[in-house]
């Protein structure tokens, strides 16, 4: 079955920078972009932005362009995530998923199950 | 950004019971193509979200009929019928019509 496997927590310093990764099993990694979606703590989902695994092609959301950046290793059928100038405003949950197709279009069908990132000194 | 604005905040409902969910949306959601990109997410207490509805009323694989979605242009409903206790957590629609894609702030289904 289609699965999305992310990295763990990880404890940052304002300033510094992160690196997460998803890693994708139970489908062909290449043929579905990777959407990228951020939840702060309590809070509501911003779509951040998506990677087609094939291509190389992204596109971001304007809110996140310069924070975040989008990279995949088709090797090992994983995606990456790197969020820059950490500030605590960047304190959440990240989620990535597939978009999956339906016979209706795509959709985001599958979640990886959230990456936690704290900022703080 | 289009913004989605979900009403009510949060429903107490009774086991069995009848819920609807309403998602208002800034700008028409009917894309050039004449498709309605609205879809309908459950996110369950600490877990993360899960399709149940996409394109305004369409049942994602797995999803049973007691959930219905309907509405068109900027007005969009989701009703859950039957209120089982697997139905409670946060719903979320979201556009996929204009980019950036947007979600709306949530409403909490929590049992009365």
Redesign the interface.
Same mark, same amino acid.
């Given at each position: 079955q289609v699965q999305l496997q992310q990295s763990g927590a990880e404890l940052v310093k304002p300033g510094s920078s992160v690196k997460m990764s998803c890693k994708a099993s139970g489908y062909t990694f290449t043929s579905y972009y990777i959407y990228w979606i951020k939840q702060r703590p309590g809070q $509501? *989902?911003?779509?951040i932005g998506r990677i087609g695994p094939g291509s190389g092609d992204t %596109?971001y %959301?304007?809110?996140f362009k310069g924070k975040a950046t989008f990279t995949v290793d088709k090797s090992s059928s994983t995606a990456y995530m790197q969020l820059s100038s950490l500030t605590p405003e960047d304190t959440a949950v990240y989620?990535c998923a597939r978009d999956g197709y339906?016979p *209706? $279009?795509y959709?985001?069908?599958a979640? $990886?199950? $959230?990456a936690s990132v704290t900022v703080s000194s | 950004d289009v913004v989605l604005t979900q009403t009510p905040v949060s429903l107490l409902i009774s086991l069995g019971g009848q819920a609807s969910i309403s998602c208002r949306s800034s700008q028409s959601l009917v894309h050039s193509n004449g498709n309605t990109y609205l879809h309908w997410y459950l996110q369950k207490p600490g877990q993360s979200p899960q399709l149940l509805i996409y394109q305004v009323s369409n049942r994602f694989s797995g999803i049973p009929d007691r959930f219905s979605g309907s509405g068109s242009g900027t007005d969009f409903t989701l009703k859950i019928s039957r209120v089982e206790p697997e139905d409670l957590g946060v719903y979320y629609c979201l556009q996929r019509t204009h980019n950036p894609y947007t979600f709306g702030a949530g409403t909490k289904l929590e049992l009365k």
């Open positions: $509501g *989902l911003e779509w %596109n %959301n304007e809110k989620y339906t *209706l $279009g959709v985001m069908d979640w $990886g199950q $959230g | -």
